[in-house]
């Protein structure tokens, strides 16, 4: 049994764009508006921007323009093919860093470092929360593979694995999770109702999960939750940024061994 909502791109020629990220937007700009009927001040139109332009950006670049560029051999071979890691990498600084500075900036305001989590106000408490949910999200990982595990690497070149460790487990992981933690909640909160941001960044995550499994779903699902809760007590994207990297590299280990 599988969940319907998750990853679905759709092209229109050259632009790609993908359609659970829209059906995110399409939500959000709704309360948007239902909002502004109230008069209720608000900055989802701005959030709903960035979800707009990230669901073109990232199917567009890595379907379409990166091809040129870091061109993906189909089907896709994770740590065999370099440029699978290269297209993937670039696609995300860009999709995740580039294009929501740029919102940020047309919007006119300014945002500190620690709106979108990268202060650390409390040494003591944003590292227990981390380890704390570092333990957590693994441990959710491990009881999910241990019943349903899923194999997808077939294979790995010296090279890939490292390129792959590198680029995907880590870097791309930092962005990810600095613009759906960081930007998406941290730098929203104390504007806008905090359990609506967690929802929308949850399933704003999952709208980039690709097809899979009910089991790993809510996995996916659970241990993203996990990170946006870290993220709120400690008001910092370090202990989501941890718990996804080790996830990321513990699967990565299953998955090779």
């Known amino acids: 049994m599988d969940l319907q909502f998750g990853a679905h791109p759709i092209y229109f020629g050259f632009i790609g764009a993908n359609l659970a990220t829209l059906f995110v937007v399409l939500i959000v700009l709704?309360?948007?508006?239902?909002?502004?009927?109230?008069?209720?001040?608000?900055r989802l139109f701005e959030l709903s921007l960035q979800l707009f332009l990230?669901?073109?950006?990232?199917?567009?670049?890595?379907?379409?323009?990166?091809?040129?560029?870091?061109?993906?051999?189909?089907?896709e071979r994770p740590l065999i093919d370099n440029n699978l890691a290269l297209n993937y990498a670039v696609t995300n600084f860009l999709a995740y860093a580039a294009v929501p500075?740029?919102?940020?900036?047309?919007?006119?305001?300014r945002v500190s470092a620690g709106e979108i989590g990268l202060r650390v106000n409390n040494v003591k408490k944003t590292a227990e929360y981390s380890v704390l949910g570092t333990?957590?999200?693994?441990?959710?990982?491990l009881v999910?593979?241990?019943?349903?595990h899923q194999q997808w690497v077939e294979g790995y070149t010296s090279s890939g694995l490292i390129l792959w460790v590198l680029l995907v487990s880590v870097v791309s992981v930092?962005?990810?999770?600095?613009?759906?933690?960081?930007?998406?909640?941290?730098?929203?909160?104390?504007?806008?109702?905090?359990?609506?941001?967690a929802l929308v960044a949850v399933f704003a995550f999952q709208s980039y999960v690709g097809p899979n499994s009910l089991p790993w779903?809510?996995?996916?699902?659970?241990t993203f939750?996990?990170?946006?809760?870290?993220?709120?007590?400690?008001?910092?994207?370090?202990?989501?940024?941890?718990?996804?990297?080790?996830?990321?590299?513990?699967?990565l280990a299953f998955q090779i061994i």
């Open 144 to 148: 999910t593979d241990q019943f349903f």
């Open 101 to 109: 500075i740029l919102v940020i900036i047309f919007w006119n305001r």
């Open 54 to 75: 990230v669901s073109f950006t990232f199917v567009t670049l890595h379907g379409r323009l990166l091809q040129y560029l870091f061109p993906v051999s189909l089907p």
């Open 174 to 197: 930092i962005l990810q999770t600095l613009f759906f933690a960081g930007i998406l909640f941290n730098s929203y909160l104390g504007k806008e109702n905090t359990l609506l941001l």
């Open 217 to 222: 779903q809510i996995c996916d699902m659970v």
């Open 30 to 42: 709704g309360i948007a508006l239902l909002y502004r009927v109230r008069r209720k001040e608000t």
């Open 225 to 251: 939750a996990s990170k946006v809760f870290v993220t709120w007590k400690t008001k910092s994207v370090y202990g989501a940024t941890l718990m996804a990297i080790t996830t990321n590299l513990i699967e």
């Open 135 to 141: 333990i957590f999200v693994s441990a959710v990982f």
